[in-house]
């Protein structure tokens, strides 16, 4: 297949736990026709209720399948993985991300949040906390472009150990 144009490409990653509350918000927007661009491709992951109108998807990608959609697309929407935003993010992408979070059973923990708070104080990613932040935050992501993600993945390495720090405590 030769490169797109105009395309999102959706992840949730892998945890078990459903994230219902990004695909439906992306599923809405692409109905609607506002703010995301289309096609829309979504990797959904265990979300076995997901029957999307508006978006092409499938519940899970080959690694190179995946790589392939992410370096293609035009806009990246997230979880807060930090193998996800890493990979995003060398590829010169500004992911819109929206986190797992533990009080909607989406994780076991909030490490996604405190991940996705460093990574936008650095301004390397547009996040999208709840769904009605997608909108805006596309349209930020949109605006940014292209920009030459970490080659050296020491800063995004130190902001991870961090968050991982911040979640187990001090040694």
Same mark, same amino acid.
């Given at each position: 297949?030769?490169?797109?144009?105009?395309?999102?490409?959706?992840?949730?990653?892998?945890?078990?736990?459903?994230?219902?509350?990004?695909?439906?918000?992306?599923?809405? *927007?692409?109905?609607?026709? #506002?703010? /995301?661009?289309? +096609?829309?491709?979504?990797?959904? $992951?265990?979300? =076995?209720?997901?029957?999307?109108?508006?978006?092409?998807?499938?519940?899970?990608?080959?690694?190179?399948?995946?790589?392939?959609?992410?370096?293609?697309?035009?806009?990246?929407?997230?979880?807060?993985?930090?193998?996800?935003?890493?990979?995003? *993010?060398?590829?010169?992408? #500004?992911? /819109?991300?929206? +986190?797992?979070?533990?009080?909607? $059973?989406?994780? =076991?923990?909030?490490?996604?949040?405190?991940?996705?708070?460093?990574?936008?104080?650095?301004?390397?990613?547009?996040?999208?906390?709840?769904?009605?932040?997608?909108?805006?935050?596309?349209?930020?992501?949109?605006?940014?472009?292209?920009?030459?993600?970490?080659?050296?993945?020491?800063?995004?390495?130190?902001?991870?150990?961090?968050?991982?720090?911040?979640?187990?405590?001090?040694?």
């Amino acid at each position: 297949m030769g490169g797109w144009c105009d395309v999102t490409f959706v992840t949730v990653g892998n945890p078990k736990q459903g994230f219902g509350r990004l695909l439906d918000a992306v599923e809405d *927007l692409a109905g609607k026709g #506002v703010s /995301v661009p289309v +096609p829309v491709f979504v990797q959904a $992951g265990h979300n =076995v209720d997901f029957r999307p109108v508006y978006c092409e998807w499938t519940s899970f990608l080959l690694a190179e399948e995946f790589q392939r959609r992410m370096a293609q697309s035009d806009l990246i929407i997230t979880h807060g993985g930090a193998g996800t935003l890493l990979h995003a *993010l060398r590829l010169g992408k #500004v992911p /819109v991300v929206m +986190p797992r979070r533990k009080k909607y $059973g989406e994780h =076991v923990n909030d490490h996604q949040v405190q991940l996705v708070e460093a990574f936008a104080s650095d301004g390397w990613i547009v996040p999208a906390y709840e769904p009605e932040d997608l909108p805006v935050a596309i349209a930020k992501a949109r605006e940014c472009g292209r920009r030459n993600g970490p080659r050296s993945p020491s800063r995004m390495a130190t902001l991870v150990g961090q968050a991982i720090d911040e979640l187990i405590g001090p040694k």
